[in-house]
Antibody
């Protein structure tokens, strides 16, 4: 049974770069599409983007160019980098997985809470 | 982007009664090539990540109780819980995965009356 475990800093200062990693446990990272989703406090879900083991990525255009998703098949991990963070990036960040890019998300990690504050 | 709009925003239902949540997409998520609706429903219990309940608009995920059912096609969809149980208290989200970016509804909070 595949499990996802996100890790990263809980507190980031404004204008700095946030880096999060998701470890795929109990299975191979290959063959699936791996997504990042975030949920601001008390709000709904926003799909950030996804990555495939080929390195192909899609990022939500509304988030512009600050978000980068990458994958490392040798460590069974995929990552999210957010540059120039602001308070609006404060959220619970989830990693998730689906069989294809246009497929429901059937694997979810517990999420990691990130606060942007000086 | 495809906008997903759920109704109502919140709902209180008595134990054992039926709960119905609606979801409308701003454009059709029915793929004419395979006749599939690219629409999923998720349940998010307090303090938990979302859990996939229904996909292709009406297919239950393995292990999901059969009191949960999904229906609809094109732009209008419904999640029905036939007999509400205490453990069904959660926020429910619809999601379209037809076009990138995948988008979610704003969520419907379901409580016990």
């Amino acid at each position: 049974q595949v499990q996802l475990q996100a890790s990263g800093p809980r507190l980031v200062k404004p204008s700095e770069t946030l880096s999060l990693t998701c470890s795929v446990l109990g299975g191979s990272i290959r063959g699936y599409y791996w997504s990042w989703i975030r949920q601001p406090p008390g709000k709904g879900l926003e799909w950030i983007g996804n990555v495939h083991d080929t390195g192909s990525t899609k990022v939500n255009p509304s988030l512009k160019s600050r978000f980068t998703i990458s994958i490392d098949t040798s460590t069974n991990q995929f990552s999210l980098k957010v540059t120039s963070v602001t308070a609006a990036d404060t959220a619970l960040y989830y990693c998730a997985g689906g069989y294809a890019s246009n497929w429901p998300l059937d694997y979810w990690g517990q999420g990691t809470r990130v606060t942007v504050s000086s | 982007d495809i906008v997903m709009t759920q109704s109502p925003d919140s709902l209180a239902v008595s134990l054992g009664e039926r709960a119905t949540i609606n979801c409308k997409s701003s454009q059709s998520v029915l793929n004419s090539a395979n006749n599939r609706n690219y629409l999923a429903w998720y349940q998010q219990r307090p303090g938990q990540p979302p859990k996939l309940l229904i996909y292709w608009a009406s297919t239950r995920e393995s292990g999901v109780p059969d009191r949960f059912s999904g229906s609809g096609s094109g732009t209008d969809f419904t999640l029905t819980i036939s007999s509400l149980q205490a453990e069904d208290v959660a926020v429910y989200y619809c999601q379209q995965y037809d076009n990138a970016p995948q988008t979610f509804g704003q969520g419907t909070r379901l409580e016990i009356k």
